[in-house]
């Protein structure tokens, strides 16, 4: 057998130990104390970002929803009315537009509000008005006798004036001309109105006036429409038809006053022509002049060889068969002439 060697051991070396180096200590710098410029600086960054949390805070959870601001319009009217008559007013026909005044019978118009003193001053205006008119109210009252200046007939009915009125004015429209075109069409193919006067409905700017028969018996009712190219103005009337007198019997006949006409002056009837010479034609019917019932005489003249005829005058004798009158087409005019 061979017997296990025990191995020597080595002796541990020990390292030797670096020598200590002792460190040099940190010198603590001195601060320096902080500028005034550079804290004015930071306060106010620091107000700012304060500020702006507030702010934010009130918006997240103190938020409010603002009052919803109310926009008034002008009263809007769908008819124009006086007494038993109705009229579908423009507006009902165009469309919408705002009115800027409204005044006369039955109307009552209410414009945007003003503000301070400017309400003030209306209200004051129109209470002085309201009193003056109740002053006057018992003044009429007071005389019981003069009914009819008070609006009553003598049977107790409630008397219609002559001519009754109210106007409606619109401004500031783009589509004035086209708007007066389109309802003066709808008065007159609708409503059956009659143009008092010829007009040209495709004008930019002019005066239309149309009529009918009112639905007060012995009235008519009228509407004149001013306008512009960027407003107009309805003018609503009710009017008295004037009574038609009965003309005096007729104490001239056709052959009488073409006889009359034939005796008379050519200098008298203005014409340089011996009447032996022209053409006298009666008239189909009598006509009223001045009162006066009458019998027209029209003297025409050959010309062209007898192939046409000119009218030299027209003459109108009277039934006192000594008044006679000449009448100027043109102008519309009865001069008298003897």
Do not use: W
């Amino acid at each position: 057998m061979v017997e296990k060697v025990k191995k020597e051991k080595k002796p541990k070396i020990k390292k030797p130990k670096k020598p200590k180096v002792n460190k040099p200590k940190k010198i603590k710098k001195e601060k320096k104390p902080m500028s005034k410029k550079k804290l004015i600086i930071i306060i106010i960054l620091l107000l700012i970002v304060a500020g702006s949390a507030a702010a934010g805070y009130f918006l997240m959870f103190d938020k409010k929803e603002p009052a919803e601001e109310e926009i008034q319009e002008p009263p809007k009217y769908d008819y124009f009315a006086l007494d038993a008559d109705q009229i579908d007013s423009i507006t009902k026909i165009v469309g919408y537009r705002a009115i800027a005044d409204a005044y006369g019978k039955d109307i009552v118009f209410e414009p945007l509000p003003v503000d301070g003193e400017e309400v003030k001053k209306k209200k004051d205006e129109e209470t002085a008005t309201e009193e003056t008119a109740k002053e006057e109210t018992a003044t009429d009252g007071a005389d019981k006798e003069e009914t009819a200046a008070d609006g009553t007939a003598a049977d107790g009915e409630q008397a219609v004036p002559e001519e009754t009125t109210a106007t409606y004015v619109y401004t500031d429209i783009e589509t004035a001309s086209a708007d007066v075109k389109k309802y003066v069409t709808y008065l007159m193919d609708k409503l059956g109105f009659k143009e008092v006067f010829p007009f040209y409905i495709d004008s930019p700017a002019g005066y239309i006036s149309l009529s009918k028969d009112s639905a007060t018996e012995g009235y008519t009712i009228q509407i004149d429409i001013d306008y512009t190219k960027d407003d107009y103005t309805c003018i609503l009337q009710k009017i008295k038809k004037p009574e038609e007198k009965k003309a005096a019997k007729s104490t001239i006949s056709r052959k009488a006053a073409l006889d009359i006409i034939k005796k008379t002056p050519i200098e008298v009837l203005g014409i340089d022509e011996s009447l032996d010479n022209l053409i006298l034609i009666g008239e189909p019917g009598h006509s009223t002049v001045e009162g006066m019932d009458c019998y027209g005489v029209h003297v025409y003249k050959n010309v062209n060889d007898n192939k046409s005829t000119v009218i030299l005058g027209t003459y109108y004798v009277a039934s006192d068969r000594k008044t006679i009158y000449k009448y100027d087409v043109m102008n519309d005019v009865y001069t008298k002439i003897k």
